[in-house]
Structures are given as C-alpha cells and as structure tokens.
C-alpha cells in the first residue's frame, strides 16, 4: 500500500518555490550568454560575466534542493517517489533500500519553533530530508520507510544543520 504525503495548508505556496528558483537559475544564464557575445542590452566586463555565470549555477542548486525539500512524496514498497505537482511528468524514483538508516531529528524553522523531520542517511550522510512543517503526514511517511531508526534528541541548531545539510558532518549511526 503507497503512502501519498499531504502537503499542510502553509507549503502550498512553498511548492512554488522551485519554480522561481529554476526561473531566476534560467534568466541569469541568459543575461550571461548576452554578456559573452555583448549582444543587446547586457555588455558587461568579465568579472559581471563570471558573477551571473556563478548566480546561474547557485540559483539551480537551490532549484533542485529545494525540489528534493517541497515535493509531493509517494512511499510504496520500497520505492520513493518525488515529484512537483505543477509538473506531473517530472517523477524521480528512489530506491529505499540505498539508504542505511532513517533518523528522527528536531531542528528549528526559520520562526525558531522546533519542528520534527525525518533524514534518510547514507553512510553517515543526509541525503534525503522531510519536515513537519510541510507535510502533516510525516508520521504515517516515517513508519512506511523500513529502515533502522535513530534519534537525535536534542534540537539541531541552525548552523550545524547546514554543516550536515551539506555533508560537512557525519550522523553517528553506531
């Protein structure tokens, strides 16, 4: 039986969030190409040209985190699915049992209220994330997940959230 997540009446709008990202990633590439050839409006010097180049590359990685963090999730068998409502035909499989452990952690929104998540981990990295202030279901996708659980008991601070958001820091799962 899949288990479908349900976004909570706050993250819709979150779910446009890729989209913007993925535009801004788009247009700055564009403005980019103009300042190589200095065709219409954009003649630029070289360093502009390597910061809209760089904006271009930061904009899509933002893009796809934040695909990874506001998608609809489907959990069946062992087989996650993940995919933006607005663009159905975009489905990524992922393979559950790639995954070593799950890990139950508290961390802190962007309000500072403590929030539950779920982190899929891979070799002590976090490869894959889910929150409580998204989904209402995150209990319900935590139990269809069959992988051996851990738990983080005291709230992750925002700064070493991002060291283990970006593989920095290792989760202990011994």
């Not at 535009?23 to 954009?42: E, H, K, N, P, Q």
Request: aromatic fraction near 20%; hydrophobic fraction near 45%.
């Amino acid at each position: 039986m899949a288990v479908v997540s349900k976004y909570k009446k706050s993250a819709y709008f979150a779910t446009v969030v890729p989209v913007l990202m993925a535009f801004s990633c788009f247009a700055s590439f564009y403005i980019f190409t103009g300042s190589l050839i200095g065709d219409g409006f954009v003649r630029t010097s070289f360093w502009l040209s390597f910061m809209l180049l760089f904006l271009s590359v930061m904009f899509g990685w933002f893009a796809v985190q934040a695909f990874k963090l506001y998608s609809r999730k489907v959990i069946d068998d062992n087989e996650l699915r993940y995919y933006i409502p607005y663009f159905p035909l975009l489905v990524f499989y992922r393979d559950i049992d790639t995954y070593d452990a799950k890990c139950r952690v508290r961390s802190f929104n962007k309000y500072g209220e403590i929030i539950d998540g779920i982190w899929l981990i891979r070799n002590g990295k976090v490869m894959y994330e889910m929150y409580s202030d998204t989904f209402s279901n995150l209990h319900e996708l935590s139990k269809a997940i069959e992988l051996p659980q851990y738990v983080i008991k005291k709230p992750v601070p925002p700064f070493t959230l991002a060291a283990y958001q970006l593989g920095l820091k290792r989760v202990n799962t011994d």
